[in-house]
């Protein structure tokens, strides 16, 4: 035992020698991270390598990799009428930045008012709140529901609403709250300061990285958003980024089979990088802003899969 | 006695119910009152009646549904899907969390990390785009490596028994970062002192896996599962709709409850029978997860769900 004590001192855990089959299986470890990584990486090789390859080749060849012919013509094409994606990226910051603003806003309220022990109804309101998660009105009823009796057809809160709110949320901020000591809750309402002025001024400021964390979960969901574009909006001025990613691919692919169908050369539209184009300049600032704000999303993946 | 108290609550807590508020009431309008409309399933819908005025016609729709064969169809597929997608993408999340947290390069880590949770943060617009890419006839990469390699081109869109193992790779693909970040928080939970401990015992890299790492994430995968059989009849709409879009030779292979919703919902202006696949897969699926969760309930109450 004292022997045993003496060598973890000399040496670090790490350094303990490792056996043939231990290196075999570091080696067969880093070889199939790097692997999926690697393969995680292949899509967005293959649309960068897309975008800047001459139209002419990609209808010879094919995608590759590599670009085969370079050519910014697909960007110069996007950038010479920009109008349409410039008014897509406002419609899709202007839903992005509101819904996120108003959903932290909710959360923090409910996770605020959800963890007060003291609060007669917490356990019923997480119950109302959680049972969305059990059992839902599905496609058919929402939608008609939405349309008939709320009037969300062509409304831009057809976009801001069905997102805001998420009880996957409201768990971790709960979470992130509980964090704050209630003493401190406690003494501030005996010095007189009421519930608003408690969350707002003592709970919200030391909730930043929770606030961060949901806040990027929301803006994350609102820019990927197509799905309710494609059910409630019929006004192209109205669509948001992806939505509008999407129906240009749909154009482009009706286009190209129409085309190929009447026997027209479909090299003659510069659809294929277009494409893809289109895609870089919806994706990149996702790419962009992800490395430095992965750190929140961890936290709340972590903290959400501990169960609520 | 019960109302007084609520009153008592409320006048002594106002704030609080203020500020449940917007969201309880969000919640009711989007969520709770679109609820009702499972009425439908057992009507005959007709707008100008609306939802609530529109005449019962019994079980009529749910005998068209299962009487064209499309709602087994549609059962079967979802069910086969979801059995697949979960198996493959937590299998492959098991695999790299054990993994990077074996790594000890701090770089190589890091990177990889990042580079695998990356396809979460991409939409399914542009995954299809991926997909379209990749597969289609003319310029796909796969037929344009065939095709430098001399060999003959294949068309994927009219080969639909291609598409459950393409579809589960994207699956895959896009949740595997992220299921492997839950992991990984499972198996640091206790990491530390005991895997170096039984490193110092003589135990090996296998042992320390065996009895140490995936007890720790034992729980973790419980809860995993539990989560995805309560949804097991629900197809994840926008990654079928964007890798499959609307190529109708790959319906019968790729067509799950959702999609087929979705696709009568535009198309078709008699909802009676969509309203009996939405009703059916709500009903069925708050009734597996009540079921299995009591189930696991009187097995270990830890690794319920609620």
Not at chain 2, 42 to 71: A, H, I
Request: glycine fraction near 6%; charge should be positive; hydrophobic fraction near 50%.
């Amino acid at each position: 035992m004292a022997k045993n004590d003496k060598d973890m001192m000399e040496s670090a855990p790490r350094k303990i020698k490792l056996s043939a089959s231990s290196k075999a299986f570091y080696v067969i470890c880093y070889g199939i991270v790097l692997l999926v990584a690697v393969v995680c990486l292949i899509p967005f090789l293959l649309l960068l390598s897309g975008s800047v390859t001459a139209e002419q080749w990609i209808s010879f060849h094919g995608f590759s990799l590599i670009p085969g012919e370079f050519s910014l013509e697909a960007y110069g094409i996007i950038f010479k009428t920009p109008e349409r994606i410039i008014r897509a990226y406002g419609v899709s910051i202007f839903i992005t930045a509101a819904g996120t603003l108003l959903g932290l806003l909710l959360t923090t309220m409910t996770a605020y008012v959800i963890s007060r022990k003291d609060f007669k109804y917490r356990n019923w309101l997480s119950f109302f709140f959680y049972f969305t998660t059990l059992f839902n009105g599905g496609m058919v009823s929402t939608y008609i529901f939405y349309i008939q009796y709320l009037h969300l057809k062509d409304n831009m809160l057809a976009l801001i609403l069905p997102g805001m709110f998420n009880v996957f949320y409201l768990l971790i901020m709960r979470t992130f709250v509980n964090n704050v000591p209630f003493s401190l809750i406690e003494s501030a309402k005996l010095d007189g300061a009421g519930e608003w002025r408690i969350l707002f001024t003592i709970v919200i400021p030391l909730l930043k990285s929770g606030l961060a964390t949901i806040g990027l979960f929301l803006a994350l969901g609102y820019w990927n958003d197509w799905y309710n574009a494609m059910l409630y909006m019929s006004t192209e001025t109205k669509y948001p980024l992806q939505y509008m990613l999407y129906s240009i691919q749909q154009q482009t692919q009706a286009l190209s089979r129409i085309a190929a169908q009447a026997g027209i050369q479909v090299q003659n539209l510069p659809s294929n990088s277009l494409k893809l184009a289109m895609a870089v300049v919806a994706t990149g600032p996702i790419v962009i802003v992800y490395p430095f704000v992965q750190k929140y999303f961890i936290a709340g993946i972590t903290i959400g899969s501990v169960k609520g | 006695m019960k109302k007084e108290g609520f009153f008592d609550e409320f006048k002594k807590n106002k704030a609080l119910f203020a500020m449940a508020a917007p969201a309880f009431i969000l919640v009711l309008v989007m969520s709770y009152f679109p609820m009702s409309g499972l009425i439908l399933a057992f009507k005959e819908y007709r707008y100008n009646l609306g939802v609530f005025g529109s005449p019962f016609n019994g079980l009529q729709n749910f005998g068209y549904l299962f009487s064209s064969g499309t709602g087994w169809l549609i059962t079967r597929n979802t069910i086969l899907y979801n059995l697949l997608n979960l198996i493959t993408s937590q299998l492959l999340a098991v695999i790299i969390a054990i993994f990077i947290t074996e790594i000890h390069a701090k770089y190589f880590k890091k990177v990889t990390q990042t580079v695998i949770l990356l396809p979460y943060f991409i939409s399914w617009v542009v995954v299809g785009v991926f997909v379209f890419s990749i597969f289609n006839y003319e310029t796909g990469l796969i037929n344009s490596v065939i095709q430098t390699f001399g060999g003959e081109k294949v068309n994927f869109y009219m080969m639909p028994m291609a598409w459950p193992i393409i579809i589960c790779a994207f699956n895959a693909w896009k949740w595997t970062g992220y299921n492997s970040v839950i992991y990984i928080a499972a198996v640091t939970g206790v990491d530390g002192e005991i895997n170096e401990a039984a490193a110092i015992d003589g135990a090996t890299i296998f042992q320390r896996i065996r009895y140490i790492t995936l007890p720790s994430i034992r729980p973790t995968l419980v809860t995993m599962i539990l989560l995805q059989v309560g949804r097991i009849l629900r197809g994840d709409f926008e990654m079928f709709y964007q890798i499959v879009g609307n190529n109708g030779q790959l319906f019968n292979a790729t067509d799950v409850i959702d999609t087929y919703v979705f696709r009568s919902l535009i198309t078709n202006p008699d909802i009676g029978m969509t309203a009996a696949a939405t009703f059916y897969q709500s009903v069925l699926c708050f009734a597996i997860i009540m079921i299995v969760n009591t189930i696991v309930k009187k097995i270990d109450e830890d690794y319920a769900l609620f």
